[in-house]
């Protein structure tokens, strides 16, 4: 049986885009973001607890090194959402089991690879990552307790896709709280409970991962398609189905490397300026997190709305989705820009108490109120691409603003220091907008519909 040949003229058609429906959509996934730093917060704190500085930087450097890996393997989430949003959209119960399935074989594999090659990757990434000897033994104690998680780590960014693309963002949020607050519990139970040490903040955390899974493999039972004949296991396997797969993966794999190697960069050049322009640069990082937090509800809404309408070939829809998700954007990054505006050194000194890097930061501050406006534009076009799965202009656009940032750090950090480089760093973004924008139309063409998404008509 096709992949469309299925029960599709009974599935109710997705919802239209409106003000109201993006924020439905928004506000859920922005809570569950924020969730993030309460769980790194507390990860810290245990740490920070333990006796012996090296304890906190080994969660440090073992978080980096999962960062790394699980981010790496975000087109799990991103191609999900896109690929099931377009299933939705065209009514296409089938195609979302199907998609779904298949995700999930690739998200087993990868994990299971993850396990296979721990103890390389372990040590060559924690080598890289620097740091003494007691802080690297400690990040490897992390590390081994967290890894065995790896499979339900990215078996879980499928079942988000998932409830994504078919616009079940409650229970999205619901998993990811589910997730963090078995996180917390285990993590004080295994820490002050068993007495595991750092190794008990990692098992802490794949615990969480096995466990959200879990609840995962129960929602996506519980809200399986009915009446669909019984899966035919070769059309998992279906070849023009898994090169469409492999292809947007490998481009979202793509891009997302790009994007690492970009920070990475950042991060490094920074350090050769010193201790404090280093730290300063970390900190006002932090103000580029916040503001990713909030305005990827607005993404991840355009994927799923710009995946349904794109799915049921509805030009109305598609057109209405871009121009309000863009609006919502473009409002939200100007609400971030003025709270850096007004309140940027009060947050400054809330996240640091040494007086130099309060300076340096506060020296660089205009730069991270300038951020949200620069940026929106290539959050928010990463979102339409995806969900309408136009992955290879998304890769093209993120190379080809990568070798902007390239360019620009080798023009200016010379002469102009930091500011120099976080002046490379808002090109960067401002490429990333720019370069998606360009490539509207061929997105436009594919898709059958024309989109105006100039900010005169986000309204």
């Not at 981010?71 to 959209?89: D, E, I, K, N, P």
């Not at 195609?95 to 721990?118: E, H, T, Y």
């Not at 967290?146 to 079940?168: D, M, S, T």
């Not at 620009?408 to 808002?426: D, I, R, S």
Request: hydrophobic share 60%.
């Amino acid at each position: 049986m096709s992949e469309s040949a299925s029960s599709s003229a009974a599935a109710p058609r997705p919802a239209a885009a409106s003000h109201r429906r993006v924020l439905a959509l928004a506000f859920p996934i922005v809570i569950a973001n924020l969730t993030q730093p309460i769980l790194g917060a507390v990860d810290t704190a245990v740490a920070g607890h333990l006796d012996g500085a090296q304890f906190l930087g080994g969660v440090a450097l073992g978080g980096l090194f999962f960062n790394f890996v699980f981010w790496g393997f975000g087109f799990l989430r991103m191609g999900t959402t896109g690929l099931v949003a377009q299933a939705h959209g065209a009514r296409d119960t089938n195609g979302i089991r199907l998609n779904v399935l298949r995700a999930l074989a690739v998200a087993f594999v990868l994990g299971i690879a993850v396990l296979a090659l721990q103890a390389p990757l372990v040590s060559f990434a924690l080598t890289a990552l620097g740091g003494s000897d007691a802080v690297r033994a400690t990040a490897h104690a992390y590390c081994r307790a967290r890894i065995w998680a790896a499979p339900f780590a990215l078996a879980n960014y499928v079942v988000l896709g998932y409830l994504l693309g078919v616009q079940r963002v409650r229970l999205a949020l619901v998993t990811q709280v589910f997730i963090n607050a078995v996180n917390i519990v285990a993590v004080l139970l295994y820490v002050y409970g068993f007495g595991w040490g750092i190794a008990g903040i990692g098992a802490a955390t794949a615990t969480a991962d096995a466990c959200g899974f879990a609840l995962g493999a129960w929602l996506l039972w519980q809200l399986r398609p009915r009446g669909l004949p019984p899966l035919v296991p070769r059309a998992l396997l279906d070849r023009a189905a898994l090169e469409r797969l492999v292809v947007l993966n490998r481009d979202i794999f793509i891009r997302t490397l790009c994007l690492l190697v970009v920070f990475g960069w950042f991060a490094h050049l920074g350090a050769k300026q010193g201790d404090a322009t280093l730290a300063a640069n970390a900190l006002l990082l932090n103000f580029q997190t916040f503001m990713a937090y909030g305005l990827d509800g607005f993404a991840h809404a355009a994927e799923a709305l710009v995946g349904a309408a794109a799915g049921a070939r509805d030009r109305a829809a598609f057109r209405q989705a871009v121009r309000i998700t863009l609006f919502w954007s473009v409002l939200g990054a100007l609400g971030f820009s003025l709270v850096y505006w007004i309140a940027g050194s009060w947050i400054v000194a809330g996240l640091t108490d040494q007086p130099a890097v309060r300076a340096v930061a506060d020296r660089y501050l205009p730069w991270a109120v300038v951020s949200p406006i620069v940026s929106v534009w290539g959050f928010l076009f990463d979102g339409v691409f995806i969900g309408a799965t136009q992955t290879r202009s998304l890769m093209r656009a993120m190379a080809a603003s990568s070798a902007v940032f390239a360019a620009a750090t080798l023009v200016l950090a010379a002469p102009l220091g930091n500011h120099g480089l976080w002046l490379a760093l808002l090109l960067f973004m401002a490429a990333r907008g720019a370069t998606l924008a360009r490539y509207l139309p061929a997105l436009s063409a594919s898709v059958g519909v024309d989109i105006d998404a100039s900010p005169a008509h986000a309204t």
